[in-house]
């Protein structure tokens, strides 16, 4: 009898661990390339056929880059080759693209050309670069809407009205957001494992007033995923397929992971964007040549020359513009980042492109993939 009685205890405890949505944080522990598998996801599909974009590769390529010498983490570095540096970091995929030419391309164990990789935060950069679509198109009016406009929810909530889109866009909404990875039912977990994001996304508490300090969270780029839904009519993902994915040459669908498999998914707006190293690749060559595609303006120059605005100004940080990092003044580089050194790295001065993505590492410094990069273009 106590052993049956141990048995439906464990299985009470469980199912309220369930309801509770503690089990899926604590089961996966920290995000990590497998969990594009282990949520559903909306289908982004790419352009038809003939209009592949591929970068071009020639037989004296990696000769361009064999000189390279990195300095690793030791103080005492005498640095290593790209080769060797690329297999040093958990690093899954890595390209290098100067002009349209393919300098060098690496990818890791089972991982190839034709393989998803994760974006993790470059997912941001892409809903940037959606609402400066929308922005175009009419949908939104200006950057400096306040929200409530349209999060109806929020117009009779005190101060509300007091954060703008570009609150939102800069990450100084002045929202409260929880991030603990220890705690199962902080924000930030249950924003990434739960399955009632919307629910999540329209439950924020103010902290304090918009535009006083950075703060860098994945409510903000949510909130906007939810305004763009709800003034364009469609699922992100189907906006993202229309304007841009299948405009630029890609070469296989994205697949965007949501919360849940109904019909009141929403795409996890803030990461998840799962696609081929070289088609994210593209969408940075979008980026690098101002929002035109051979010719098509896609984007408006002026959103991305905005989104990449140094401005301290009303909470803003001076290496970081709308959903996107940004490099040095010497080098006038910026970069779609993500976790664990995930890089769409663009250097404009020597139409230079590098991508990086790679696995779980606890050990990650943004400020350390920055440094590399900023070596890496040096040489090139």
């Known amino acids: 009898m106590n052993r049956h009685f141990t048995i439906l205890t464990f299985c009470f405890?469980?199912?309220?661990?369930?309801?509770?949505?503690i089990i899926k944080p604590?089961?996966?522990n920290l995000p990590d390339e497998k969990d594009a598998k282990r949520f559903p996801y909306r289908t982004v599909l790419q352009g038809p056929y003939s209009s592949i974009f591929n970068f071009k590769k020639t037989n004296d390529t990696p000769d361009v880059v064999k000189h390279i010498r990195i300095e690793?983490?030791?103080?005492?570095?005498?640095?290593?080759?790209?080769?060797q540096f690329v297999k040093l970091h958990k690093t899954i995929?890595?390209?290098?693209?100067?002009?349209?030419?393919?300098?060098?391309?690496?990818?890791?164990?089972?991982?190839?050309?034709t393989k998803n990789v994760t974006s993790f935060s470059i997912a941001k950069a892409y809903i940037t670069m959606l609402v400066g679509i929308a922005i175009k198109e009419g949908y939104i009016k200006t950057v400096n809407d306040p929200i409530t406009d349209y999060i109806t929810e929020w117009k009779d909530k005190p101060g509300y009205n007091l954060i703008t889109i570009k609150d939102l866009l800069r990450h100084t909404s002045?929202?409260?957001f929880?991030?603990?990875?220890f705690n199962p039912?902080?924000?930030?977990?249950?924003?990434?494992?739960?399955?009632?994001?919307?629910?999540?996304?329209?439950a924020s508490a103010i902290r304090e007033p918009p535009g006083l300090h950075f703060d860098y969270q994945s409510e903000n780029p949510s909130l906007l995923a939810l305004i763009l839904e709800r003034t364009t009519g469609k699922t992100v993902s189907n906006y993202l397929q229309q304007k841009i994915w299948n405009q630029i040459g890609t070469e296989a669908p994205a697949l965007w992971s949501t919360d849940r498999n109904d019909s009141a998914a929403i795409e996890k707006a803030f990461c998840c964007l799962n696609a081929r190293t070289l088609d994210f690749a593209k969408f940075a060559r979008l980026l690098l040549n101002k929002g035109n595609w051979n010719g098509k303006q896609i984007i408006p120059q002026q959103w991305i020359e905005e989104s990449i605005n140094r401005n301290t100004e009303q909470g803003g940080k001076i290496s970081y513009g709308y959903n996107m990092g940004i490099g040095p003044v010497a080098y006038n580089s910026f970069y779609p980042i993500g976790l664990y050194g995930q890089l769409l790295y663009i250097y404009p001065?020597?139409?230079?492109?590098?991508?990086?993505?790679g696995n779980a590492d606890i050990n990650y410094n943004p400020n350390y993939w920055k440094e590399m990069m900023l070596q890496l273009i040096d040489q090139l």
Not at 72 to 83: D, I, P, Y
Request: charge should be positive; include cysteine; proline fraction near 0%.
């Open 13 to 21: 405890l469980l199912a309220v661990c369930c309801s509770c949505k």
């Open 26 to 28: 604590v089961y996966y």
């Open 72 to 83: 690793n983490k030791s103080l005492n570095a005498t640095g290593v080759t790209l080769n």
């Open 93 to 113: 995929s890595f390209a290098v693209i100067r002009n349209d030419s393919l300098l060098f391309e690496y990818y890791a164990g089972n991982y190839s050309a």
């Open 174 to 176: 002045g929202l409260k």
């Open 178 to 181: 929880t991030e603990s990875v």
């Open 185 to 202: 039912e902080s924000d930030q977990l249950q924003f990434y494992y739960g399955t009632t994001l919307r629910k999540n996304i329209l």
């Open 349 to 357: 001065a020597k139409n230079i492109i590098i991508v990086r993505f």
